[in-house]
């Protein structure tokens, strides 16, 4: 039986929300998981679209790196 590690050296996430908040929660929390593998943010890029009737929709993308 064979056992290989591969090191993470970059993942990309993706996080959407109906609030500014929740969004922002939900990238800290992820943010803290990743840090236990040794990855921690190196881009982050978001959006914010208005729907018809009014409603806002958040959206991000988080692009961890390895640490060096």
């Known amino acids: 039986m064979n056992f290989t590690l591969d090191i993470i050296e ?12 929740t969004l922002e929660k939900k990238i800290n929390e992820q943010i803290e998981h990743n840090k236990a593998i040794l990855l921690e943010v190196h881009h982050v890029s978001h959006q914010m679209h208005v729907g018809p009737n009014g409603e806002r929709f958040y959206s991000a993308v988080v692009h961890f790196k390895a640490k060096k």
């Open 10 to 21: 970059d993942k990309i996430e993706f996080f959407e929300a109906t609030d500014i908040q």
